[in-house]
């Protein structure tokens, strides 16, 4: 075999590696669609469930999702951009900052149903927050921020130190510099990063277990207080605890959490490309 | 009229240590009188960027660094507490080797400085911009498009623009750190050529791109080894006729 014949083999084999990557998600949400997409109509999304789940919509469900979402960006965003400009901006090499960047990676590692366990014990139990939305987001929020950290503090110093150093020497302060040179030139990486912990929320089962979703529950919360249903909790309810459940309920479900993580992405990545543009660089 | 007198910047003494001990500039003396360009020159490693940085204190940004000795811009310390180092980059600005314009607009450029100060003044700010970029011989390649991106513009333009920047703060020194490195001939002439009207209103400290620029842009010129001053003074005398032997290979091209 020549070494041109080698080259070409060992360039369509990388080729193929990388398309069958691609393969798995496009299988999913083929499937999925193929199979939910008959369930999908006005009633589906806009309608309480009735009869047991087996009728009726998933309403309670979707709009849980959507607070929740909200809730656990309202929880980690501010957290999480503060960590970031600190380590990437502020800390020095202390026990401080050795602190929080061993905690990162520790909270990177726990497996969610133990912060859903924490939730439990340190927001419904210990703080009296019960099983309500305020506890979920506060849990989610927390189980969000090393990915959101992460990624921002990246962004941050991915920002050439010759614009921070212009900016000073223009006379701005440290805070104004960060405020108008670093953080919008950070800022597509920064949304990356919120939107991948976001989406990640989004799809989260095991941590709303004990701190926030219902099982069934026909009716929209009234208070940040209040329970809520949640797609996937609701999807593994559905799929696995109620006996005779149409399968097209459970994949029309299952595309509408498809679509909802999936319309965050693209949100992020259109978002990402407009300010890169604005930006010019 | 500035009083010609009396220095606009004096160093006495200053020493500038690294964290690791090593002396970047070492027991530096020097007077700069207002109103002319004053050139250090010396080859890499001399300390000639070091010194310009401290000048407006951007060299607090190097962690564990230690400076001794003393620094004064008009008689008053640059290192006591009552100065708001904010406040002295302001009037003293640096330009850099590399142009490095802010992402966004000419205009956005050229009142950053200004409106990180607090300036919201419409009116002084347009006058501010028609001002610093005539003063920079920009303003008639840019004038029509002021709200265009600054990364649009040549290299040449690029460095034009950051002194106009500077320029817009009307700052009492300008600092300018090899400032034509990266431009072509031409662009270096007309950088060079606005030195002479610059220095009406500024003093300019200049780290040239080489000896013979350092010759045709120097009122004075001081010349810089190893972290030390080895001489200084005006400059027919230091590139005719230099005291000191190793200024004169430097400046014949001996060494460097």
Redesign the interface.
Do not use: D, E, K, V
């Given at each position: 075999m020549t070494r041109q014949q080698a080259q070409k083999i060992a360039v369509s084999a990388i080729t193929a590696a990388a398309g069958l990557v691609v393969l798995p998600i496009v299988l999913v949400i083929v499937y999925i669609i193929v199979m939910g997409a008959g369930a999908i109509n006005w009633t589906f999304l806009t309608a309480l469930p009735s009869e047991g789940m087996t009728e009726g919509g998933i309403m309670p469900a979707i709009l849980g999702t959507v607070i929740l979402t909200f809730g656990t960006a309202i929880v980690s965003i501010p957290l999480a951009i503060g960590a970031a400009v600190y380590l990437a901006e502020y800390a020095q090499d202390n026990w401080l900052t050795r602190a929080v960047r061993l905690a990162i990676v520790n909270l990177a590692g726990i497996p969610s149903i133990v912060y859903g366990l924490f939730g439990l014990g340190a927001f419904v139990l210990f703080l009296k927050l019960g099983t309500s939305i305020i506890a979920g987001s506060l849990t989610l929020g927390i189980m969000t921020l090393p990915v959101v950290i992460s990624t921002s503090e990246e962004a941050i110093l991915a920002v050439p130190q010759r614009f921070r150093m212009v900016s000073l020497s223009l006379g701005a302060t440290k805070l104004q510099t960060i405020r108008h040179q670093v953080l919008p030139q950070a800022l597509p990486g920064i949304l990356t990063g919120m939107i991948l912990g976001l989406s990640r929320a989004a799809g989260e089962t095991a941590t709303l277990l004990f701190t926030v979703a219902a099982f069934y529950l026909p009716r929209l919360p009234q208070s940040l207080f209040d329970q809520t249903m949640a797609l996937p909790y609701h999807l593994y309810v559905i799929a696995t605890q109620v006996p005779n459940m149409p399968l097209t309920i459970q994949y029309g479900t299952a595309l509408i959490l498809l679509l909802i993580v999936l319309s965050l992405t693209l949100v992020a990545s259109v978002v990402r490309t407009r300010v890169r543009r604005r930006r010019e660089w | 009229m500035p009083e010609q007198n009396h220095p606009k910047i004096s160093l006495l003494d200053v020493t500038f240590r690294y964290a690791d001990e090593t002396e970047a500039l070492r027991k530096i003396t020097l007077d700069i009188a207002p109103n002319q360009v004053y050139v250090l020159f010396g080859p890499s490693r001399s300390g000639k960027s070091t010194l310009l940085r401290l000048l407006?204190r951007?060299s607090d940004?190097t962690e564990g660094a230690q400076v001794s000795g003393r620094i004064a811009l008009n008689g008053q310390d640059i290192f006591s507490p009552a100065v708001r180092v904010?406040?002295l980059?302001?009037r003293v600005?640096?330009v850099?080797a590399?142009p490095?314009p802010?992402?966004g607009s000419i205009r956005e450029n050229l009142t950053?400085?200004l409106r990180?100060?607090g300036a919201t003044d419409p009116l002084m700010l347009e006058e501010r911009i028609q001002q610093s970029l005539v003063q920079a011989a920009l303003w008639d390649e840019v004038k029509d498009r002021l709200d265009h991106?600054a990364?649009?513009l040549s290299g040449g333009q690029q460095q034009r623009l950051?002194i106009a920047?500077?320029l817009a703060?009307q700052p009492e020194v300008l600092l300018l750190d090899n400032p034509t490195s990266g431009l072509d001939p031409l662009s270096t002439a007309t950088v060079e050529d606005s030195l002479y009207e610059l220095k009406r209103s500024y003093t300019i400290i200049m780290v040239p791109h080489s000896v013979q620029q350092a010759g045709r842009v120097a009122d004075r010129a001081a010349f810089m080894l190893d972290g030390e001053l080895i001489e200084e003074g005006p400059r027919d005398r230091i590139f005719i006729n230099p005291t000191h032997e190793r200024t004169e290979s430097y400046v014949t091209g001996r060494f460097g």
């Open positions: - | 407006n951007l940004l904010a406040a980059r302001r600005s640096m850099f590399i490095t802010l992402p950053y400085g990180m100060a991106s990364m649009a950051c920047r500077s703060l």
